[in-house]
């Protein structure tokens, strides 16, 4: 991937990004989160007298006020979610309470890893548009890594904010049952088709170049796809568990049980195709899959 030479994420601290963009990382970094959770606060300029939020973290409190200090004496005027796993959304609930902004996102279709608290006080539909002084952002539904996944585009200088539809370092987990890899592929080509300046994700630094990026993506997918079909066809029946061993078998023990949802996922797409079957928890070829 082209990324740029966006490198500062200490936590806590205000990095500008563009004019309308600043960003603020939370003190969660870790294996599945790089540096921390991206929070990115969106306004119309140095003028600008209104304020979006885009994903506010995951509430740790050193967080939260880091953010109410970069809001300053702005109006907040929503805090928009791409998704509600718990590392994205839980600071919304104590920010809109304390400046009586409307939260805007989707609720998650299945409960694994989500967010209970978070509620959207907007019906959030494609196309919907949430704008301030200076600033639209619209609603680009991204199902795959979650269901309720939305990417936000700020109109006015083509950029979309991805939260974990595509992260800054590695590729996403798609989350089954929750997430589907069928959707996931179907959004990256979503965003493929959009004119985009640069992508802004949920960890990692901001991608410059959004075609290479989303292509790089997707060649990845279906790379991890045809390993997945070479190791079914090689042994007998398996399950997910002895496939994540062959599939990814240069990966640290500790994060092969991530792994396990995306190879599963990739199962659960290649069956809806007809080209795989299951019997119980053991995974298996059709014959026919391949002609």
């Not at 609930?93 to 409960?111: D, E, I, K």
Request: aromatic residues 4%.
């Amino acid at each position: 991937m082209s990324r740029t030479t966006d490198t500062d994420f200490t936590p806590g601290r205000l990095v500008t990004l563009t004019d309308r963009v600043s960003r603020v990382t939370a003190p969660n970094g870790g294996p599945m989160t790089g540096p921390g959770t991206n929070t990115y606060l969106v306004c119309g300029g140095p003028a600008g007298r209104d304020v979006a939020i885009v994903d506010a973290g995951p509430g740790h409190p050193a967080h939260l006020e880091a953010l109410v200090s970069a809001i300053g004496g702005r109006r907040l005027a929503a805090l928009l979610v791409t998704h509600t796993h718990i590392d994205h959304s839980p600071g919304t609930a104590p920010l809109a309470a304390r400046f009586s902004a409307p939260r805007v996102g989707r609720v998650s279709a299945h409960p694994e890893f989500q967010d209970a608290s978070f509620a959207s006080d907007l019906v959030v539909l494609d196309g919907t548009r949430v704008a301030g002084d200076g600033w639209t952002l619209r609603a680009v539904p991204t199902p795959g890594h979650a269901s309720n996944h939305v990417c936000w585009f700020l109109e006015e200088e083509g950029l979309v904010f991805t939260g974990d539809h595509v992260l800054g370092t590695t590729s996403p987990v798609i989350l089954a049952p929750d997430g589907s890899m069928r959707d996931y592929l179907a959004s990256l080509a979503r965003l493929r088709a959009m004119e985009l300046t640069e992508l802004m994700p949920g960890h990692g630094p901001r991608l410059s170049q959004p075609a290479r990026v989303l292509d790089d993506l997707v060649r990845h997918r279906m790379e991890r796809e045809a390993q997945v079909v070479t190791a079914l066809r090689a042994g007998p029946p398996a399950t997910v568990g002895e496939l994540v061993d062959t599939v990814y078998a240069v990966l640290p023990g500790s994060l092969k049980t991530w792994a396990a949802y995306s190879l599963e996922a990739h199962l659960i797409k290649l069956e809806e195709e007809g080209r795989v079957a299951r019997d119980a928890d053991r995974w298996s070829l059709r014959e026919a899959a391949d002609g």
